[in-house]
């Protein structure tokens, strides 16, 4: 095992339990169709050996196919799993492999073969290894001067659509006609997303960016531009305590505008300026309202089976916002700032969006998709042939790309983590 695996056991130990508790759970349908409770002489069992050459991960299930209608919503929502955990893992390595090559590690990883080793792996040779080893030596020898460095990460929101969402309804009603409700009904008040005309209540959300910093009163978590109450770190990574004209990274509460995500503090909310998203609590007119989280069923009669499938394929397909980094830092305290500075400023979006706000939506489909897969299987005798084989193979997909996910969000975390830790 690497060294900088083993500095990150006790995180991983302590923040990974809800997660591996869900890969445990899928993992117990991801190994296919479970036949125990089957007869041996039941025909299903042959005609499953035909297999299912219709079902491609990544590609679109033909609408024809003739299989149990659950089976198919089932198989699409696999496909779409597959091919968002396929992207997270590439993005993941692409990052981590930018970090290491800008930091002048040598290339340890482009000829392994499997492609989660090639991220992670106990030798320490895959690129998130060699990232994070040179990011945590960089930060201690910066420490080693005096060097301040700071980091504000502004996480990007993800929106789930809406119409998605009314469409699986559709897909999954058991009556003539469904009330979908509308966003404002079927999202949790805390997740709901909206720009607000009105104001943004205490404890909620401005969601600023670079292009539209938002008006900030409370916690930055990027760029503060305005009085900082606490510690000011500037962009040259110069320190400052209760600075009026702050331009950096706020410790504390920040009064001025926000170049990212900011709660509200204080009890008379306020307003986040124009054509700023407000998320979690809107007193007044408000449009474009989106979810930020799954949307929960409509009140109407539904195929249970059908319509978590169907969600997770909502869920899966989510827009995310990108996160904002900034690093701010003397890029002349050591030898190796600025390339630091530089390389994480490019690319820690990508890993904090793996590690955070795309890979967290990723395992709340999977949740979903192993309900499904269960309470399809306990049905099995209804199911012909070609059904069974292709919930099989699907199953199977989703259990090996839960895998792929698991790497791609605990490396992220761990590169990530080897700067934070060691910044303001």
């Not at 002048?104 to 030798?123: C, F, L, R, V, Y």
């Not at 990212?260 to 007044?284: D, L, N, P, Y």
């Not at 899966?316 to 890029?331: G, H, I, L, S, Y």
Request: hydrophobic residues 35%.
């Amino acid at each position: 095992m690497s060294p900088f695996a083993h500095h990150f056991r006790p995180y991983r130990t302590m923040h990974s339990d809800l997660r591996a508790g869900r890969f445990a759970l899928i993992a117990l349908m991801a190994g296919g169709v479970a036949v125990g409770c089957i007869d041996p002489k039941s025909p299903l069992l042959t005609k499953s050996a035909e297999g299912c050459d219709e079902f491609v991960a990544g590609a679109d299930v033909d609408s024809n196919l003739a299989v149990d209608p659950n089976v198919r919503s089932f198989m699409q929502a696999a496909s779409d799993f597959t091919r968002n955990g396929e992207a997270i893992k590439a993005d993941t390595l692409t990052a981590c492999a930018n970090i290491a090559k800008d930091l002048g590690a040598p290339d340890t990883w482009s000829t392994i073969e499997d492609s989660g080793d090639a991220i992670s792996n106990n030798q320490g040779t895959g690129a998130c290894d060699s990232a994070g080893s040179l990011i945590e030596q960089a930060f201690i020898d910066a420490g080693t001067v005096n060097a301040t460095v700071a980091i504000a990460v502004s996480r990007g929101e993800c929106h789930l659509d809406f119409e998605e969402q009314k469409r699986c309804d559709a897909e999954c009603t058991l009556n003539e006609s469904c009330d979908p409700g509308s966003v404002e009904t079927r999202c949790e008040p805390g997740a709901l997303s909206v720009v607000c005309e009105g104001t943004c209540n205490a404890g909620a959300y401005c969601v600023g960016t670079a292009e539209a910093p938002s008006s900030c009163k409370g916690h930055c978590q990027a760029e503060c531009e305005g009085e900082c109450k606490g510690e000011c770190i500037g962009e040259a990574g110069s320190a400052t305590t209760d600075n009026p004209n702050c331009r950096g990274k706020c410790s504390a509460s920040c009064h001025g505008s926000c170049r990212g995500k900011s709660k509200v503090e204080g009890s008379t909310g306020i307003s986040c300026g124009a054509h700023v998203r407000c998320t979690g609590g809107c007193t007044g007119t408000f449009s474009e309202p989106t979810c930020t989280t799954t949307y929960k069923p409509p009140k109407c009669n539904i195929d249970v089976d059908c319509h978590a499938a169907c969600s997770a394929r909502v869920t899966e397909n989510a827009v995310c916002d990108p996160t904002r980094v900034q690093v701010f830092a003397d890029v002349n305290a050591t030898p190796q700032m600025k390339a630091i500075v530089d390389t994480l400023n490019t690319n820690f979006p990508s890993l904090f969006t793996s590690a955070e706000a795309k890979g967290k939506l990723l395992l709340d489909a999977a949740q979903r998709l192993g309900d499904t897969g269960a309470s399809l299987q306990t049905r099995i005798e209804d199911l012909d042939g070609k059904s069974l084989a292709c919930l099989g193979k699907a199953s199977t997909t989703v259990g090996q790309t839960i895998g792929s996910v698991n790497i791609s969000v605990k490396a992220s975390v761990q590169v990530t983590l080897s700067a934070t830790e060691h910044a303001q």
